[in-house]
């Protein structure tokens, strides 16, 4: 899959279930990108697509867990086996089903299949910068961190402290993995969509 065939996927799932998803998406690859490319190791264009199609199971409808294994489903469907993983680990940064913020609309037994699939899935540095990505997306503007945790935590009532600690871990590897300030690498003042 390359980046117009991505952008293609993600404009027909927003025209499925418009919301500002689609907006959180685009900007969630234009940091995975960004933070790829100041790596030696990581392709920006494997990033960027990663990040654009993280939440593409939302196409399917308003959902909360469902998105994550709706998303897996699709990209398995498609033959794109490292975007299927991308979109169940995204949401997991310690491995955790119980740590998934909002609805657990899937069924008892598929909860079950994704809590042991999350026990050996191996994390690469892709699974990481899209967790880290999600967590720093606003819908069209980069977000300070914190910011963006108040913000789900204002949402939804909760945000696990764990989850928390994970995330802004997660920021300092990637600081010190490119030499940047993430902040001043993704021009958080002046960029936007
Ligand atoms: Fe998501």
Same mark, same amino acid.
């Given at each position: 899959?390359?980046?117009?065939?991505?952008?293609?996927?993600?404009?027909? =799932? *927003?025209?499925?279930?418009?919301?500002? &998803?689609?907006?959180?998406?685009?900007?969630?690859?234009?940091?995975?990108?960004?933070?790829?490319?100041?790596?030696?190791?990581?392709?920006?264009?494997? =990033?960027?697509?990663?990040?654009?199609?993280?939440?593409?199971?939302?196409?399917?409808?308003?959902?909360?867990?469902?998105?994550? *294994?709706?998303?897996?489903?699709?990209?398995?469907?498609?033959?794109?086996?490292?975007?299927?993983?991308?979109?169940?680990?995204?949401?997991?940064?310690?491995?955790?089903?119980?740590?998934?913020?909002?609805?657990?609309?899937?069924?008892?037994?598929?909860?079950? &299949?994704?809590?042991?699939?999350?026990?050996? *899935?191996?994390?690469?540095?892709?699974?990481?910068?899209?967790?880290?990505?999600? =967590?720093?997306?606003?819908?069209?503007?980069?977000?300070?961190?914190?910011?963006?945790?108040?913000? *789900?935590?204002?949402?939804?009532?909760?945000?696990?402290? =764990?989850?928390?600690?994970?995330?802004?871990?997660?920021?300092?590897?990637?600081?010190?993995?490119?030499?940047?300030?993430?902040?001043?690498?993704?021009?958080?003042?002046?960029?936007?969509?």
């Amino acid at each position: 899959m390359n980046r117009t065939q991505a952008e293609k996927l993600l404009l027909a =799932a *927003v025209k499925c279930n418009p919301g500002l &998803w689609g907006e959180h998406s685009r900007t969630a690859a234009y940091i995975a990108e960004t933070i790829a490319d100041a790596c030696d190791d990581l392709d920006g264009e494997s =990033a960027f697509i990663m990040g654009l199609l993280h939440d593409i199971g939302r196409k399917f409808g308003v959902s909360g867990l469902k998105h994550v *294994v709706d998303g897996y489903a699709y990209m398995t469907e498609l033959g794109e086996e490292g975007i299927a993983k991308i979109c169940l680990t995204h949401s997991f940064n310690n491995r955790k089903l119980n740590e998934y913020i909002g609805r657990i609309d899937i069924p008892v037994q598929q909860q079950e &299949w994704l809590s042991s699939y999350l026990k050996v *899935v191996q994390y690469d540095d892709y699974d990481r910068l899209i967790q880290l990505c999600d =967590a720093l997306a606003g819908n069209g503007h980069v977000m300070k961190l914190e910011e963006r945790m108040l913000d *789900v935590k204002k949402r939804y009532g909760y945000y696990p402290q =764990a989850k928390w600690d994970t995330n802004c871990k997660l920021k300092e590897y990637f600081e010190r993995k490119t030499g940047w300030n993430l902040y001043e690498l993704l021009q958080k003042e002046t960029w936007h969509l």
